[in-house]
């Protein structure tokens, strides 16, 4: 994803109808067109399209949450699905994590998720990796969300944020490894489950 202020005058002016230094939930839905973009303080990001390796472990992922979460209360969702992290407050934040496990049901409607999902799953890609574990990493701390994934391809590593006391604690996986999910209670995702060909 692209922060907004870094790409090119024609650019910006095709991503949104009237620039402006700050946005919030009412402007993203003015934006009628086929660009995605998140929100996150009321800075837009354009979104880049996902590679092929991102979308097999995407899928393997969903496989895997959802066949635990067969019978059980909590759902698993997959990009694109409009979060919106502070919708109570200013209501400038909307983002689209790769995968969202959800408990509360009362924080689901009919646009998408108004409020904070348990956990969420971010697959790095080169021109997300910074986005991700930075802006997105606050924004999701910021909201208290219980915990954080970001899956990197090219290590074939996984970063567990889980938070802790307003902080979060990170683990980190590699290799053959098992992952116990903190938020789903007897969850637990083998490594080589997630980076598997398809």
């Known amino acids: 994803m692209d922060n907004i202020e870094n790409t090119t005058e024609s650019k910006v002016e095709e991503a949104l109808p009237a620039y402006k230094e700050y946005f919030t939930y009412s402007d993203y839905l003015q934006?009628?067109?086929?660009?995605?973009?998140?929100?996150?303080?009321?800075?837009?990001?354009?979104?880049?399209?996902?590679?092929?390796?991102?979308?097999?472990?995407?899928?393997?992922?969903?496989?895997l949450f959802r066949t635990f979460l067969k019978g059980k209360s909590c759902k698993v969702y997959l990009a694109p699905l409009d979060v919106r992290l502070n919708?109570?407050?200013?209501?400038?934040?909307?983002?689209?994590?790769?995968?969202?496990?959800?408990?509360?049901?009362?924080?689901?409607?009919?646009?998408?998720?108004?409020?904070?999902?348990?956990?969420?799953?971010?697959?790095?890609?080169?021109?997300?990796?910074?986005?991700?574990?930075?802006?997105?990493?606050?924004?999701?701390?910021?909201?208290?969300?219980?915990?954080?994934?970001i899956i990197d391809p090219g290590k074939e590593s996984l970063a567990v944020n889980i938070l802790n006391d307003g902080n979060y604690i990170t683990h980190v996986y590699t290799n053959e490894e098992s992952v116990p999910v903190h938020v789903l209670k007897g969850c637990i995702i083998n490594m080589v489950e997630i980076f598997e060909e398809q």
Not at 88 to 98: A, N
């Open 31 to 63: 934006w009628d067109d086929d660009i995605r973009r998140e929100l996150i303080d009321g800075k837009v990001y354009l979104m880049s399209a996902p590679t092929c390796q991102h979308q097999e472990i995407l899928g393997n992922l969903y496989v």
């Open 87 to 149: 919708a109570y407050t200013l209501d400038d934040t909307v983002v689209q994590p790769d995968v969202i496990i959800v408990c509360d049901h009362e924080v689901l409607d009919k646009a998408g998720i108004k409020g904070v999902p348990d956990m969420v799953i971010e697959i790095l890609s080169p021109s997300t990796s910074s986005y991700d574990r930075n802006t997105k990493f606050k924004a999701y701390l910021k909201a208290g969300i219980r915990e954080y994934w």
